[in-house]
Nanobody, 116 residues
Framework: VQLVESGGDLVQPGGSLRLSCVASGISFSSYHMSWFRQAPGKERELVAAITGDGGRTDYADSVKGRFTISRDNAKNTVYLQMNSLKPDDTAVYYC??????????WGKGTLVTVSS
């Protein structure tokens, strides 16, 4: 199982980024996918989650209205569109996959830095 994130970058406050996570080695459409983030000195926190069929999404209160999670099961890819970025969004963003049996996997992360 491999989860590979990409799209992290340095962006100014108010800017946008789209993160991608490509999964391999799993039956992607049967996995619940999430994005977590971990800022320096802080615990890892859930940012957004999406069910296997994409029918339901959930967001942390801190990103509601600014971030959108989506998936393309044909491409084994989950996305995180991040708009109106703030310095507090600076963190390493991790892709997380959980199967119906509760087996989970993590990517290695991609760094997002929001700074002027």
């Amino acid at each position: 199982v491999q989860l590979v994130e990409s799209g992290g970058d340095l962006v100014q406050p108010g800017g946008s980024l789209r993160l991608s996570c490509v999964a391999s080695g799993i039956s992607f459409s049967s996995y619940h996918m999430s994005w977590f983030r971990q800022a320096p000195g802080k615990e890892r926190e859930l940012v957004a989650a999406i069910t296997g069929d994409g029918g339901r999404t959930d967001y942390a209160d801190s990103v509601k209205g600014r971030f959108t999670i989506s998936r393309d099961n044909a491409k084994n890819t989950v996305y995180l569109q991040m708009n109106s970025l703030k310095p507090d969004d600076t963190a390493v963003y991790y892709c997380h996959a959980v199967s119906l049996l509760g087996l989970d996997n993590w990517g290695k992360g991609t760094l997002v830095t929001v700074s002027s």
